[in-house]
């Protein structure tokens, strides 16, 4: 069971990030915050807000790890393949092959 031990400041803050934050998603972990620092516990928040209860319990152990900059942090998935190094390559060969070509002009070569 996490505990609900936040200043006034800090339930001050989630009351104003949970409405004010430009993304929804982060608004939704400042909205879990904020029923945690009401004593709500991690199931019942996860039914109020329809989040997997261990989605709630990791915002509320990231907000204890590194605060509210953890929290508001939003790390995408973005995979590297083979293929990735000759991306500019292939865009560089493909611009060519398009500069060379009796048609109209291109924006590269003007």
Known sequence: MLRADYTTEERETFQKLRCHYPDTRIQRRFEILWFHSCGKFAPEIALLVQ????????????????????????????????LEKHILSTVSNWSFFLCILPCVPCVLCG
Do not use: C, F
């Open 51 to 82: 989040q997997n209860p261990v989605t709630v319990r990791k915002v509320i152990k990231n907000y204890q790890a590194g605060g509210t900059e953890l929290v508001a942090r939003i790390e995408y998935h973005q995979p590297t393949g083979e």
